[in-house]
């Protein structure tokens, strides 16, 4: 049985890291309140941007929308795959990483296993934890972004978009996804994966469909869809890095939130137990001290 200078031992410990646990939660929701006000203001603009793409692609002509970043190559037996998943720098989150590895390695056994084993399916790690992952189990690794979310800033969604578009225009990528916590609420974060290039699917395209809004273009259509479909890229690329900023930050304030709550009621449990072996302990002086009384009275 555990002494009374043990057990007071612990019960310091845990109240201790309850305090440590309660700070973290706090600067977690610090952190949330702004990532909230970043993806809030980071939605309307890429749905915006995404609906003006499709109404100019839905009227464009089949050479307007040439380009492989539109409507990609054919698909054939040789197809390459690269998959950009979005962790976070650190722990301390709950099941925020683990549940978009299985996620991701589950789509990887159902979609594309065929490309993982002919070397045909190559990563791009964004974060910390996806980067340790991918490299430690021998994964092809395209480019590796860890470290991303103590400073985050567009000009990086703009450098890794530039990287995987270079990819994909030397033909060394024919398809290329992202795969993210999409933030819901503080406590939901739901993993999702989407199609970042091409931007529509080779058999998706009719040509001279008609869009729901007639534009007149102003210089040319080809002019504008340059223009815009980098553009829709790197907002797609850093919506995902704004969303998983924004469900880490949720994840592990609830985390936090959990921990403290445990150490609280471990710190509780220690204390009765304290209280208990102390009385216990005091009971017991007090029976020797009656019975050496008693011993005295008799001698």
């Not at 795959?81 to 299985?102: E, Y």
């Not at 916590?181 to 970042?196: C, D, G, I, T």
């Not at 553009?231 to 969303?243: I, S």
């Not at 137990?273 to 005295?296: C, D, H, M, P, Y």
Request: proline residues 4%; aromatic residues 6%; hydrophobic residues 40%.
């Amino acid at each position: 049985m555990a002494t009374l200078r043990e057990i007071k031992r612990r019960i310091a410990g845990v109240r201790s890291t309850a305090k440590i646990t309660q700070a973290m939660k706090m600067v977690a929701a610090a952190k949330l309140r702004r990532a909230q006000d970043s993806i809030n203001a980071a939605r309307p603009y890429a749905r915006a941007l995404e609906g003006l793409l499709k109404d100019l692609l839905q009227s464009a002509s089949r050479e307007s929308a040439s380009s492989p970043l539109l409507i990609g190559r054919p698909r054939d037996e040789k197809e390459r795959i690269i998959l950009i998943v979005v962790t976070s720098d650190r722990g301390l989150a709950g099941a925020f990483n683990s549940n978009l590895l299985k996620f991701t390695e589950a789509r990887i056994r159902d979609q594309f296993a065929q490309h993982k084993d002919s070397g045909r399916l190559s990563v791009v790690p964004i974060g910390r934890k996806a980067t340790d992952y991918f490299t430690k189990r021998g994964y092809t690794v395209a480019g590796k972004y860890p470290g991303i979310f103590s400073k985050l800033e567009f000009d990086t969604a703009r450098t890794i978009t530039l990287f995987v578009t270079s990819l994909f225009n030397r033909g060394e990528a024919d398809r290329v996804e992202i795969i993210f916590n999409e933030f819901r609420s503080v406590v939901s974060q739901k993993p999702a994966a989407e199609r970042l290039l091409p931007v529509l699917d080779p058999s998706g395209f009719v040509e001279g469909r008609g869009a729901e809004r007639d534009y007149i273009y102003e210089p040319d259509p080809i002019s504008i869809l340059n223009v815009l479909v980098p553009r829709h890229l790197e907002t797609m690329l850093w919506r995902a890095v704004l969303e998983s900023n924004a469900a880490e930050q949720g994840a592990r304030m609830t985390a936090m939130d959990s921990a403290t709550r445990n150490a609280r009621d471990l710190a509780s449990a220690l204390q009765l137990s304290f209280n208990k072996a102390r009385q216990a302990a005091i009971t017991k002086e007090i029976l020797e001290i009656v019975g050496g009384a008693e011993a005295l009275a008799k001698g």
